[in-house]
């Protein structure tokens, strides 16, 4: 992956996060799984990008 595409993806999955916690509060998440492997994802987007 390029630079851009992972920051693209960094953005899109905090956009993600930030939806799923909204639902969440509102009792509207079926999947709460979901939220930790949004954030797994985040961190692992993360790594990368601070390896190189």
Sequence with gaps: MEQNEQQKNLVDYHEKLRVLK???????VKNVKEIKKTKKAIARILTII???
């Design 50 to 52: 601070n390896k190189k």
């Design 22 to 28: 909204f639902d969440l509060a509102r009792g509207k």
